[in-house]
């Protein structure tokens, strides 16, 4: 199975912050990395797929980079609405498996 | 609009069974592959099953393999999760999802719907 590593598992930051954070696969997964954001008591709400591709309706301060084994999610100017948690995914071989997970919190 | 709706949880003593529906709306179902998705409390998010959208594709997780059993009927427009030999661990909420393809520099699958999910409990 593929594992997929996210850092940090928690960052604290302010609104109108720029922040990352990773996912790394176990091996090359190509640009086969989809990002979900999930807030408390909620399903997840998928937010980039392919690496790099902002799903329909996102707002553009969200984007994703990275190829092979090493991913980044960058939120531009950080929203109140933006804290959550943010899960990778991959989607080159089945089974397919999240990363644990990256909770942003307000600073 | 697309949407998903589990039922069926609740609790349930281990060793014990429970079957989990997904009634489906706002998209032509049998076009769709579905999968199961379950997040133990405070934990993470882990995909279990999936069913291809005749039916004919089916996967599974290794930690349900062989206890948990999908299938679709697309004249109702659902998926079932028929779950036997529970055991604590299996305690999560488990969501239904829907899988559709979507090109970007590749063509990959995504979840891009999901339902609220249904809470199953395996307690003594």
């Known amino acids: 199975d593929i594992q997929m590593t996210q850092s940090p598992s928690s960052l604290s930051a302010s609104v109108g912050d720029r922040v990352s954070f990773t996912c790394r696969a176990s091996q090359t997964i190509t640009n086969y990395l989809n990002w979900y954001q999930q807030k408390p008591g909620k399903a997840p709400k998928l937010l980039i797929y392919?690496?790099?591709s902002l799903q329909s309706g996102v707002p553009s301060r969200f984007s994703g980079s990275g190829s092979g084994t090493h991913f980044t999610l960058t939120i531009n100017s950080l929203q109140p609405e933006d804290f959550a948690t943010y899960y990778c995914q991959q989607s080159d071989a089945i089974p397919w498996t999240f990363g644990q997970g990256t909770k942003v919190e307000i600073k | 609009q697309v949407q998903l709706e589990e039922s069926g949880g609740g609790l349930v003593k281990p060793g014990g069974s429970l079957r989990l529906s997904c009634a489906a709306s706002?998209?032509?179902?049998?076009?769709?592959?579905i999968s199961w998705i379950r997040q133990a409390p405070g934990k993470g998010l882990e995909w279990i099953s999936y069913i291809s959208a005749r039916g004919t594709t089916i996967y599974y997780a290794d930690s349900v393999k062989g206890r948990f059993t999908i299938s679709r009927d697309n004249a109702k427009s659902s998926v079932y999760l028929q779950m036997t030999s529970l055991r604590a661990e299996d305690t999560a909420v488990y969501y239904c999802?829907?899988?559709?393809?979507?090109?970007?520099?590749?063509?990959?699958?995504?979840?891009?719907?999901w339902g609220q999910g249904t809470l199953v409990t395996i307690s003594p």
């Open positions: 706002g998209f032509i179902f049998g076009d769709y592959y």
């Open positions: 392919a690496a790099s």
């Open positions: 999802a829907r899988e559709s393809s979507k090109e970007g520099v590749v063509v990959t699958r995504v979840f891009d719907y």
